[in-house]
């Protein structure tokens, strides 16, 4: 059944999907914190050696740690925005159901209504040419009008429910704009998105930080030209 003045769903997405998306950041991002940690290692390794080539290499790979640091902490922080987004889908989700579910509910009751205060009519009327939300005028009602209150007090549930069906709408799209916004709001992640999907951004990360070996071979294809 069609419901007027309802359309779309808020709770669409698929948070499972989301998730695994954020897994894939938080496993990078421990890759990172651990090549980092390799890289920092090697320096110490250095320490008691004294060559030009040496001397060169060390500014070297205390910038590459840096870069792995910073690509790590980009990516903690992307993977918790994106898991925290999902739970609020989730969230989302279960209300929308809800939501519509009770505006089926209260939009069926309209017609329940309808039929009770018709069928009690004394005299002949007929309600074919009334839209949902119209209700025969008291005038032409001689019957008990407390059907006719019942009647409107259903057009008037419907109502409601649909309007908070609509909140619903208005708080996903307020979701997606703060959760856009806090991604945006990550340098690195803002540079990186330019890539072509997730697998070429995560790659972009590894290799903006040093860390060709993390990236695969489908991670690299993914970058494209």
């Given at each position: 059944?069609?419901?007027?003045?309802?359309?779309?769903?808020?709770?669409?997405?698929?948070?499972?999907?989301?998730?695994?998306?954020?897994?894939?950041?938080?496993?990078?991002?421990?890759?990172?914190?651990?090549?980092?940690?390799?890289?920092?290692?090697?320096?110490?390794?250095?320490?008691?050696?004294?060559?030009?080539?040496?001397?060169?290499?060390?500014?070297?790979?205390?910038?590459?740690?840096?870069?792995?640091?910073?690509?790590?902490?980009?990516?903690?922080?992307?993977?918790?925005?994106?898991?925290?987004?999902?739970?609020?889908?989730?969230?989302?989700?279960?209300?929308?159901?809800?939501?519509?579910?009770?505006?089926?509910?209260?939009?069926?009751?309209?017609?329940?209504?309808?039929?009770?205060?018709?069928?009690?009519?004394?005299?002949?009327?007929?309600?074919?040419?009334l839209g949902?939300?119209?209700?025969?005028?008291?005038?032409?009602?001689?019957?008990?009008?407390?059907?006719?209150?019942?009647?409107?007090?259903?057009?008037?549930?419907?109502?409601?429910?649909?309007?908070?069906?609509?909140?619903?709408?208005?708080?996903?799209?307020?979701?997606?704009?703060?959760?856009?916004?806090?991604?945006?709001?990550?340098a690195l992640?803002?540079?990186?998105?330019?890539?072509?999907?997730?697998?070429?951004?995560?790659?972009?990360?590894?290799?903006?930080?040093?860390?060709?070996?993390?990236?695969?071979?489908?991670?690299?294809?993914?970058?494209?030209?």
């Amino acid at each position: 059944m069609s419901l007027p003045g309802i359309e779309g769903d808020p709770g669409e997405g698929d948070p499972s999907g989301i998730r695994s998306f954020s897994d894939q950041f938080s496993t990078r991002a421990a890759s990172l914190t651990t090549r980092a940690v390799s890289a920092r290692a090697g320096l110490t390794a250095l320490a008691p050696l004294e060559s030009e080539a040496v001397d060169a290499l060390r500014p070297r790979i205390v910038a590459v740690a840096a870069k792995l640091d910073d690509a790590s902490a980009a990516a903690t922080e992307v993977a918790g925005i994106l898991d925290g987004y999902a739970t609020a889908l989730d969230g989302i989700r279960a209300r929308a159901a809800a939501a519509i579910a009770h505006a089926h509910d209260t939009y069926g009751r309209i017609y329940e209504r309808r039929a009770e205060a018709l069928n009690a009519a004394s005299e002949f009327v007929t309600g074919w040419a009334l839209g949902w939300d119209d209700v025969l005028p008291s005038w032409m009602y001689l019957s008990d009008r407390s059907y006719l209150v019942r009647w409107q007090g259903a057009i008037d549930d419907y109502i409601d429910a649909r309007s908070a069906f609509h909140s619903l709408q208005s708080e996903r799209d307020e979701l997606d704009r703060q959760t856009a916004a806090s991604l945006s709001g990550i340098a690195l992640f803002s540079e990186l998105t330019s890539s072509k999907g997730s697998a070429a951004t995560l790659a972009a990360a590894s290799l903006w930080a040093g860390d060709a070996a993390a990236a695969t071979a489908d991670d690299l294809a993914a970058l494209g030209d």
